[in-house]
């Protein structure tokens, strides 16, 4: 059985840091592509970044470049998500999410395993 595990989410100033984990199970972690997605009240989820496993490419969406940092430890079937100088427009749920890299090309258009995500507070 699949499964995606989100866990370091919480509330902090801004400014401040947070490390999000995303621990993977049921399936071969080298050979997926994992992305970090989030979703604030009322909006559409964005994708933030997202990793190949297998080469360690990355991605990051503009508005967290600089800012956030994805990190894969493949022995611990985990990836991360540092986030520094966080800002209130962060806040979010935030998921990830894994495909199977040969399939889905990079960065990917979809994935097909999905976490239940954590929440990200950030205030003023």
């Known amino acids: 059985e699949v499964q995606l595990v989100e866990s370091g989410g919480g509330l902090v100033q801004t400014g401040g840091s947070l490390r999000l984990s995303c621990a993977a199970s049921?399936?071969?972690?080298?050979?997926?592509?994992i992305g970090w997605f989030r979703q604030a009240p009322g909006k559409e989820r964005e994708g933030v970044s997202c990793?190949?496993?297998?080469?360690?490419?990355?991605y990051y969406t503009n508005s967290v470049k600089g800012r956030f940092t994805i990190s894969s430890d493949n022995a611990k079937n985990t990836v991360y998500l540092q986030m520094n100088s966080l800002k209130p427009e962060d806040t979010a749920v935030y998921y990830c999410?894994?495909?199977?890299?040969?399939?889905?090309?990079?960065?990917?258009?979809?994935?097909?395993?999905w976490g239940q995500g954590t929440q990200v507070t950030v205030s003023s």
């Open positions: 999410a894994a495909v199977w890299t040969a399939v889905a090309g990079f960065p990917p258009r979809s994935y097909d395993y």
């Open positions: 049921g399936f071969s972690f080298d050979d997926y592509t």
């Open positions: 990793i190949n496993n297998s080469d360690g490419m990355t």
